[in-house]
């Protein structure tokens, strides 16, 4: 039975790097029929926080992709630690009484390489267990093959064979002077007691998964297939960091942004795979039926970001056409909130006749405080009066065309085929051309040239609305 497992570690917001993980571990176990397995890490107890979990859900559940199975390490320490006695049982790892050795202090304090401690590696079994009972805090540590030297091997998925030689690998630590297991043993128990068949994880972890072999050596449990994934890079080269570029590698900035989350997902299963036939967007369907491992590259993808905009071109252009796609109904509601979180006073009704007026002039949702505006606020910020100025003609020809205008909104039935008409047969009958009629109406009650469609925002924002603001333009102009 194929299960694989997402673990992210509570320790700070869902990173793009571990959604795209995510998601490629829901493509493969989608496209192949198995089970997925969402393992919350959290036994790092000094840097879990609760805020780190809420923003970990918040991410996974606006991705809404789901999973099968739900499990907390920390709920399950007692698999941790019988795994880790068996593997010391076996005489595959030793106590480490050294002095205030917490088990991440796998570095020489002289300096250099540190392998393992003699000392303590060396030490009889009797005097250990002496030691220990006399209540000496200790660390455990696997007991790497040194005599003689083996290579380590596994094949990835991705990347081919991989080998490390164990002279090259350091006694690391299974279990904390504090009873609390490292990241390495309570991974590799639950790997083997949730029965995991394949590890899909990014490619900063190959250093580890050479320990993990040997763990699983040890617990005489099956190894299951790895592949690891390219890493994610910011455009100066370096792996993308929460610590370095902030917002920029979180889930959350761009949901709060108003990307739609299937392009996002779109957007992160194009950095590092490709389904080979130059497709960039694709459906959820089409992304599981496409997905598999022949498609991810070994070399790193850029995630292209500036100080000033943290969003991907590529994220912005795929969102932009998906928003264009969108029914207007299921757009009309996704913009909503947006409009809200503005300070607009945004009702159903009017969201879905503004809609259909901006849907092609969005990128993001959030757009929608910036372009739909003057339809939900009663005064129009201050502009300049020169904007009323039609090309090629005068404040003169502008004013004539706004009285005119008036005159024909105070009359005309209130549609846009209506006003259309009329409009433009007013402009006739000033002998000047439709835009220059135009374009100081769209000012007056839009307050900006660049503005959706004139006879359907004329509509949509109602008579008594464009007579007002028409009205305040005439007073600009006289």
């Not at 580890?208 to 297939?225: Q, S, W």
């Not at 259909?356 to 300049?384: G, K, M, S």
Request: one cysteine or more; charged letters at 25%; aromatic letters at 10%.
């Amino acid at each position: 039975m194929l299960r694989v497992r997402f673990a992210p570690s509570p320790t700070g917001y869902l990173h793009i790097g571990s959604a795209r993980t995510f998601l490629f571990n829901w493509l493969y176990v989608r496209h192949n029929h198995g089970t997925l397995i969402l393992r919350l890490d959290d036994t790092d107890v000094e840097r879990n926080t609760q805020q780190s979990v809420d923003s970990i859900f918040d991410g996974l559940n606006w991705l809404g992709l789901g999973w099968d199975e739900y499990y907390q390490q920390s709920q399950r320490l007692e698999i941790h630690r019988q795994m880790t006695q068996a593997i010391f049982a076996k005489g595959l790892a030793y106590r480490d009484f050294t002095a205030a050795s917490s088990g991440d202090e796998e570095n020489n304090r002289e300096g250099g390489a540190w392998l393992f401690n003699p000392s303590a590696r060396d030490m009889p079994r009797t005097e250990s267990d002496r030691r220990a009972a006399a209540g000496e805090p200790f660390v455990i540590r696997f007991r790497v093959p040194r005599e003689p030297v083996q290579d380590i091997r596994f094949d990835d998925a991705v990347y081919g064979p991989q080998s490390k030689s164990t002279a090259d690998m350091e006694d690391f630590a299974l279990m904390r002077s504090n009873g609390m297991p490292t990241y390495h043993m309570a991974s590799c128990a639950d790997d083997v007691d949730l029965k995991i068949s394949h590890i899909i994880r990014g490619q900063d972890h190959t250093s580890n998964t050479f320990k993990h072999v040997l763990i699983f050596e040890a617990l005489g449990a099956e190894r299951p297939t790895f592949a690891h994934l390219p890493l994610l890079i910011a455009p100066d080269g370096s792996k993308l960091s929460k610590r370095k570029h902030g917002p920029a590698v979180s889930v959350t900035t761009y949901r709060d942004a108003g990307f739609l989350p299937h392009a996002y997902l779109n957007f992160i299963c194009l950095l590092g795979w490709s389904p080979k036939d130059d497709r960039e967007q694709m459906t959820r369907q089409e992304l599981t039926d496409a997905f598999s491992f022949d498609g991810i590259n070994r070399a790193n993808a850029t995630v292209n970001f500036t100080e000033e905009d943290p969003f991907d071109p590529k994220a912005v252009w795929l969102n932009a056409e998906l928003i264009r796609q969108m029914p207007l109904d299921e757009l009309s509601t996704e913009l909503l909130p947006f409009a809200r979180a503005a300070g607009f006073a945004a009702e159903p009704d009017k969201m879905r006749q503004v809609t259909p007026l901006i849907q092609e002039r969005i990128r993001l949702l959030r757009d929608v405080a910036t372009v739909a505006d003057f339809f939900f606020i009663e005064r129009l910020p201050p502009f300049d009066k020169s904007e009323l100025i039609p090309q090629k003609g005068d404040a003169a020809m502008a004013l004539a065309a706004l009285l005119r205008a008036s005159e024909i909104l105070s009359t005309t039935e209130f549609n846009h085929q209506a006003l259309d008409t009329a409009l433009r047969a007013g402009a006739q009958d000033m002998k000047i051309k439709p835009g220059q009629m135009f374009q100081p109406i769209r000012v007056a009650v839009c307050g900006r040239k660049n503005a959706p469609p004139l006879f359907e925002t004329l509509e949509v924002l109602g008579r008594g609305t464009c007579l007002n603001r028409i009205g305040e333009a005439i007073r600009m102009l006289s």
